[in-house]
Structure formats: C-alpha cells, structure tokens
C-alpha cells in the first residue's frame, strides 16, 4: 500500500509542483490549500506524511502543527520561507520531525520524507508489539509514563511531551550523571545524524527545561556541559509494569 502524503500549500503552482513530484515516487498525494481544506482531508483519510507550509491562511501552520503533533504516527515536514534561522527555530519549537527552507532542492525534500517515512513504519512495527512493558520513570518528585508520554509535576500537573522530547527524556533517565553529546540526542530524538549549524537538539532541552523552571526545587535537573553536552543530574527510579499481550493464551 502506497504511503499517503497529505500537501498542505497555499501557492498554486508550488502545491502542484509538489503534487506531481511525489505522485512520480509512488506516493498517494492528497493536496489543501489551507487548514480546513486539511482538516477535511485528515477527517476522511488515514494520513502517513504531512508537507506543511508555515505560512497559511486562515489557521497558520504553527496552529495546524500544535493538532497535527498530537498522533505519533503522522509525519511532519515543514517548508519555510522567511528568515533561515527564525524558521528553522520556529519549525524545531513546533516539534517538526524534518524542515527545508525554500528555495529548496526537490531531490533532497524526497529523500527526507522517504526517511521519515522509514522512521514512521519502524515505529508503527514496534507498537503492534502491545506485550510491551509499561515503563514508569520517577525523578526529584517528577514523574514521566511511557505508555502516554506524560510528564507529571510534583504538584501533579500534566504535560504531553512530542516524541522528540521524550526520546531526549528517555535517554536522560536512563543515563543519569552522564555526559550525552549532541549526536547521540538527536539520534535517540529523530533517528538521524546531528547536521551542520542543528539546533533540534538545543531547542528540545530548552523546551524541556521550562516545566522545571516553573518548580523551584528542580530548575538544574539538566545541565549544560559546555564544549560536550548535557548531563541530567537527578535522582531516578525505573519500574517496569508488565502488559499482558493480546496473543497470550486464555485461561
């Protein structure tokens, strides 16, 4: 079954462009010119991969971003247009799993969304796995569930973490006090290699950081190691709550 893409652009020609560019590639391509066009498309089809404008009418892309993060299992790729820099902080902020910046080159937009698509399918695989265990991490009063992705605060607020940033807090519980370089984060967050002037890594932590800003007992939990990386400096326990799978036998 060929993997459904969903274009969401408001320029003719540019979301034509793109239509016919992946139909080429094998892809089932649906196209939007905005967020309610999306919206109806998404309502109607099972969407694998997200292109996504930043600039829209109506809905920008940042407020269509925000919905779209809430199912693991959609890609997003965001083009932008305005500022590198501002964009590519915009797009990491929004918890984009991949971003180019216009004008781009065609040939490079397929090889990042057919990775992307490999990344989607490897995760798909692994949650059809349901005998997995429950992991429960507890730190300095905090506590963050795999199952949900939830982090909870001391005073028991609640807080879904992207993929990316849970991945990031993952690796950070289960190597706490050591030092874990930029690469290996964002290998562990995206399942890619760390690229020239990345900054996903960066904005992943600072994103991270403020729910411990806002307790006054955990600001620090994860420090920066200049020249190195980040350590996550907290005091955690791991439990391992068992799931029964769906193919054990009946009693």
Partial sequence: MSARLLI???EVVTRNTLTRLFQQEGYDVFDAADGMQMQRIMARQQIDLVIMDVNLPGKSGIE???????????GLVFLTGRDAEEDRLLALELGADDYLIKPYNPKELIIRVRNLYRRIEALKSQQK???????VYEFNGWRLESDSRCLFSPDGKMFRLPKSEYRAME???TNPGKILDRETLVKKMLDRELRPNDRTVDVAIRRIRRHFEAQPDSPNLITTIHGEGYRFIGDVSIQHLEQPSLNAPRM
């Avoid at 269509?64 to 959609?74: F, P």
């Avoid at 796995?129 to 992991?135: I, P, Q, T």
């Fill in 64 to 74: 269509l971003a925000e919905k779209l993060r809430e199912n693991d299992n959609i």
């Fill in 8 to 10: 969401v652009e408001d």
């Fill in 129 to 135: 796995n349901v005998g997995h265990d429950s992991v």
């Fill in 171 to 173: 690796l950070f519980l």
